[in-house]
């Protein structure tokens, strides 16, 4: 099945690709990656490659991918993505 990045915004096989929904907290949203693919809810699909979050966080595309309004907090993806390749 083919899903796109939101980062890259290239079209990829599913299982290349992590799954992410988005857990609301009191101050914030939390987008948290759901490696066993059981989280409930709209997901969003990312490559898990440090390029494509640097592009979807730049674009704000997780926002609009899973219909979040406010502050978005991302940090929990940098641990699916590995180092930075500079
Ligand atoms: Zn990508």
Redesign the pocket.
């Known amino acids: 099945m083919l899903r796109t990045?939101?980062?890259?915004?290239?079209r990829?096989d599913k299982t290349t690709?992590v799954r992410i929904v988005a857990v609301r907290t009191s101050t914030t949203t939390v987008m948290t990656p759901d490696e066993r693919g059981s989280l409930p809810g709209r997901g969003a699909h990312?490559?898990p490659?440090p390029?494509?979050l640097e592009?979807a966080r730049r674009r704000r595309a997780f926002g609009r991918a899973l219909r979040v309004e406010g502050p978005i907090d991302t940090d929990l993806l940098d641990a699916i993505v590995g180092p930075a390749a500079h």
């Open positions: 990045c939101i980062g890259c915004r290239s990829a690709l990312l490559h490659d390029r494509c592009l």
